[in-house]
């Protein structure tokens, strides 16, 4: 085995704190951070391990992108926003979460004007379960109000349904019992519709979950 250059080490056969030495044929494999150098005496040719600007070649080409292993050193490309990394077929991949959205809508009311709440338009030819959080609070927090709404929707080649016209509204639960919201469909979305009392301002909010 080739003799390390001791302005290196002092002692060629004790590598210092920090670095792990494995002999490899004549050399000296050093592991210092995230180079990988062969040490042979003087000569010091550097292995990237990660680190494409330590001297190796990187598959990787945009912010984000992972890399595994897949027979060779395979880059995963960034995945979209909200989606989660999972393991499918043995291999990491980007997934979508159990949901399609999950998203907040609001809107304010000062009379008893039926309004429109925010709304889900229905990709074409899916169906879809809607779950909604409503809230109503009088902007002077003398009275509110929550409701739970369910329903399933159907997209058919361009046309929405509510399966069955079924709404089912858990509420109000509060002090606010005049006030009423439901769903219905314009075009290809499903709209959450609220209904508030003549001369108060009432603000809505709304959270859907849809699956």
């Given at each position: 085995m080739?003799?390390?250059?001791?302005?290196?080490?002092?002692?060629p056969n004790v590598p210092p704190p920090g670095t792990v030495a494995v002999t490899y044929g004549d050399g000296l494999l050093v592991s210092?951070?995230?180079?990988?150098?062969?040490?042979?005496g003087t000569d010091h040719d550097q292995v990237a391990r990660g680190d494409a600007a330590a001297g190796g070649?990187?598959?990787?080409?945009?912010?984000?992108?992972?890399?595994?292993?897949?027979?060779?050193?395979?880059?995963?490309p960034v995945g979209t926003t909200?989606?989660?990394?999972?393991?499918?077929?043995?291999?990491?991949?980007?997934?979508?979460?159990?949901?399609?959205?999950d998203t907040s809508t609001g809107v304010s009311t000062?009379?008893?004007?039926?309004?429109?709440?925010?709304?889900?338009?229905?990709?074409?030819?899916t169906a879809v379960f809607l779950e909604l959080t409503v809230h109503a609070?009088?902007?002077?927090?003398?009275?509110?109000?929550?409701?739970k709404v369910r329903a399933h929707a159907i997209n058919d080649a361009g046309t929405v349904t509510i399966s069955g016209g079924d709404i089912g509204v858990d509420g109000p639960t509060g002090s606010a019992v005049t006030w009423s919201v439901t769903l219905d469909v314009s075009g290809t979305a499903v709209?959450?519709?609220?209904?508030g009392e003549a001369?108060?301002?009432?603000?809505w909010t709304a959270r859907w979950i849809v699956s």
């Open positions: 080739a003799r390390l250059n001791r302005e290196r080490f002092p002692d210092e951070g995230s180079v990988v150098e062969v040490d042979f070649a990187s598959p990787l080409t945009t912010n984000g992108d992972l890399w595994f292993y897949s027979t060779t050193d395979t880059r995963l909200a989606q989660v990394l999972r393991v499918v077929a043995g291999l990491p991949a980007w997934s979508s979460l159990p949901w399609a959205a000062a009379d008893a004007t039926q309004t429109t709440c925010g709304s889900y338009t229905v990709p074409n030819n609070n009088k902007t002077d927090r003398t009275a509110g109000a929550g409701w709209r959450l519709r609220v209904t001369a108060t301002d009432i603000t």
